[in-house]
């Protein structure tokens, strides 16, 4: 299985980018997809989450009314649009395809399994 995230860079304040993730080798529509970060010093947090269908989607408060999760499964990717991006929002984002034994579980069950994506860096400047 490889998690591959893609979009990361270098933006200032109030700018935007659009991150991609693709998942091969695992049935895609089987999984909870969801984007974590980790800031400097920080820990690890979940920005957002969506179900197998899109059907229902999680975002942190942090990030509410600015990003934006989707995904294709056709494609067997998963996007994060990061609008009004603030210096706070500069880490490194890993994307996660979470297994659940049920899989209409929702964002707030947890996961059986997890396969993490190398992570791709954002940083916004002010």
């Known amino acids: 299985v490889q998690v591959v995230e893609s979009g990361g860079g270098l933006v200032q304040a109030g700018g935007s980018l659009r991150l991609s993730c693709t998942a091969s080798a695992l049935t895609f529509d089987r999984y909870r997809m969801s984007w974590f970060r980790q800031g400097p010093g920080k820990e690890r947090e979940r920005v957002s989450c969506i179900t197998w269908n899109g059907g229902t989607t999680y975002y942190a408060e942090s990030v509410k009314g600015r990003f934006t999760i989707s995904r294709d499964n056709a494609k067997n990717t998963l996007y994060l649009q990061m609008n009004s991006l603030q210096p706070e929002d500069t880490a490194m984002y890993y994307c996660?395809?979470?297994?659940?034994?049920?899989?209409?579980?929702?964002?707030?069950?947890?996961?059986?399994?997890?396969?993490w994506g190398q992570g791709t860096q954002v940083t916004v400047s002010s």
């Open positions: 996660a395809a979470e297994w659940n034994t049920w899989r209409y579980a929702d964002c707030s069950a947890s996961a059986d399994f997890t396969y």
